[in-house]
DNA sequence: TTTATATATGAGCATTTGTTCACATATTCA
DNA sequence: TGAATATGTGAACAAATGCTCATATATAAA
C-alpha cells in the first residue's frame, strides 16, 4: 500500500500555515506594478528614480511598492550617493515570473 | 553586438499587456482560499461541497471562488447526478504551485 | 409533482489594497 | 550651513475583493 502510494507519487498534504504563507507569497506577484517592477528589475539594479521613469508613475508609489518587495525580501538594495539601487534578491522570484509569463504566452500561443 | 546580448542571454522586454495579464494570472494564487481549493484538488477531482467540508467554508463562499478559477481556465468540471466535479485544467497551474511551494519551504530550511 | 440535495449567483457589507499628498529623512554640493 | 536632490512614510481616500445571505436553478428521489 505504501508502494502503491509512492508509484502514483500522492501529492504531499501541505500545512494550512504554509498555504496562507504560499498565498501571501503569490500575493507580491499579483498586482501590475510590483511585476512591472520585478520585469524591469530581471536586468539588473536600478534606483527609485529610474524605476518611476520607467513605469510612468510617481516616485511615492513606487517607493510603497519596493517597501513592500523589500520586507519580503525578494529585493535587496544598496546605497550610492543620493540614490538607493534596488535589485532582486531571490532566483525564486525570476524562476516563478519566467513560468507564469511562459503560461500566459503559451495560452494566447504566442 | 547581437551575439554578446545573446551571450549575456538578456531578459527579453515584456509587453505591458502581458505583464498587466501576468500579474491578473497570480492574483488566483494570491489567495489563500483559492490556493487551498488548487492544493486539494491537486489530488484529483472533488466535488463542491467536498471542497467546502475540506476548506470548512461555505458553499457559496466555494462555488464564488470556483466561478473565478473556472473562468480562469484554470478548472474544468464535469456533472455527476446533483455533484459537479471540479479538477485542476492545466499543467502550469501545479507547477506554479509546486514552485512557489518550494520557495517559502526552503525560506524557512524545510 | 412535490421534496430534498447540490450548486450558482446577485446584492450588500466589511476589509484590504494601491495611489496621492504632504512631509520627514538622508546625502551632496555650493 | 543652506539649498537641491533622492528616497521613505503616515494619513486619507477610492477601488477592488471576499464573504454572507437570500434566492435561483438543476437533478434526483419519494
Redesign the pocket.
Known amino acids: 500500500m505504501l508502494i502503491y502510494k509512492e508509484i502514483k507519487m500522492k501529492k504531499k498534504k501541505v500545512d494550512l500555515e504554509d498555504l496562507f504563507e504560499l498565498s501571501e507569497f503569490f500575493?507580491f506577484f499579483?498586482?501590475s506594478?510590483r511585476i512591472r517592477i520585478i520585469e524591469f528589475l530581471r536586468e539588473g539594479e536600478q534606483?527609485?528614480?529610474a524605476i518611476a521613469n520607467y513605469l510612468e508613475?510617481?516616485?511615492?508609489?513606487i517607493?510603497?511598492?519596493?517597501?513592500?518587495l523589500r520586507m519580503a525580501n525578494l529585493l535587496t538594495?544598496r546605497?550610492e550617493?543620493?540614490?538607493?539601487y534596488y535589485r532582486l534578491d531571490d532566483e525564486h522570484v525570476e524562476k516563478i515570473f519566467q513560468l507564469g509569463l511562459e503560461h500566459i504566452l503559451h495560452k494566447r500561443g504566442k
Open positions: 500575493k499579483g498586482d506594478t534606483s527609485v528614480l508613475m510617481g516616485q511615492s508609489a517607493s510603497h511598492q519596493l517597501r513592500i538594495f546605497r550617493g543620493k540614490a538607493i
